[in-house]
């Protein structure tokens, strides 16, 4: 669904690379999450991927882009948001400024697609309850907190129905509360059919909800791999992304032989509580 061989990527007026040799391969109806440190490329990969590099930041981009069925770079902004959308990673300039409810925010997309006004009103009533902000329809874009809009931005692009929707930092507002929303939200898109690709820095929610995991650093993809095996990598330190109390105690148990060296290292609680069990497993054979 996305394919990327071999991009490289310099901003206008750089004498560097931001990205290179870069080749992701994601297939439909996956969630495939991207991690990095901050600064790392990620803003700059989800561009990429939604073309508005280059067509709106334009600098030198060479290697080959194709997104459903799509090559982007070859293509059109206004042909590339019909098949990927972007939430960009600051949700206050996502909203378009021109409208003066949330409902009508909602709808912005739709109208500029000259869908029938009945759809618009089921299509907005529909989306703005799978993000619970029904309450939110008749205030000001401007008037919400940091977290509402977020989950506006978020609601906004879900409500276009592109079969790929790439997520930046979509919960860096939220609370946990707001946070495991929209992660719960991303499992259902995933369930109906979308290919969704999420740059995040929350570790073990990752690891519950997208099956397979890419890590930036050095202006490169680093580690791919399922999301297990690349968020407990040891190696996520020196990358300054981290990895979870659940790893390094594993590891660390590892170490002092209390855990056999073969222990697939642990992300989540629920991982934690599998290797006990296939501990006791060992112990008892
Ligand atoms: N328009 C631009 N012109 C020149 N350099 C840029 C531009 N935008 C970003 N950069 C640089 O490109 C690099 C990668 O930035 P990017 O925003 O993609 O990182 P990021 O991983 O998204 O970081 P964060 O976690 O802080 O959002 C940084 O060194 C940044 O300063
Ligand atoms: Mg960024």
Redesign the pocket.
């Known amino acids: 669904m996305i394919k990327l061989s071999d991009v490289s990527y310099a ?4 004498d560097h690379y ?1 990205l290179t040799n870069v080749d992701l391969d994601v297939p439909q109806g996956e969630v495939v999450g991207i991690v ?11 561009k990429i991927i939604s073309g508005f590099i280059p067509h709106v ?1 334009g600098g030198a981009l060479s290697g080959r882009i194709e997104v459903d069925g799509i090559n982007l770079p070859e293509s059109t902004l206004a042909i590339a948001v019909s098949h990927v959308g972007l939430v960009i ?1 600051s949700p206050f300039n996502q909203i378009s400024g021109a409208k003066f409810t949330v409902r009508e925010e909602l709808a912005f997309g739709l109208e500029n697609q000259g869908v029938e006004r009945e759809e618009m009103a089921t299509r907005v009533g529909e989306v703005a309850k799978l993000l619970g902000i029904e309450t939110l329809l008749d205030r000001s874009p401007y008037a919400l907190s940091g977290g509402q809009q977020q989950l506006v931005a978020i609601a906004s692009m879900i409500i276009m129905r592109t079969p790929v929707l790439v997520m ?2 979509p919960t860096s507002q939220l609370d946990p509360g707001g946070t495991r929303m929209v992660f719960d939200v991303m499992s259902k898109l995933r369930d109906s059919g979308i290919t969704l690709v999420v ?1 995040e ?1 929350k570790v073990e929610l990752l690891r519950e909800h997208a099956s397979t995991v890419h890590v ?1 650093a050095d202006h490169q993809i680093v580690a791919s791999g399922p999301a297990r095996k690349v968020l407990s990598d040891p190696r996520l330190e020196k990358w300054a992304i981290g990895t979870t109390r659940y790893t390094r105690a594993a590891a660390l148990a590892e170490e002092k032989s209390l855990l056999p060296k073969s222990t697939e290292l642990p992300v989540s609680l629920e991982d934690s509580i599998d290797v006990f069990k296939g501990f006791k497993n060992l112990k008892k054979g």
């Open positions: 901003y206008p007026d750089t931001t990095g440190a901050s600064g790392a490329g990620k803003t700059t990969l989800a930041d990673q930046d930092e740059f820095h930036i």
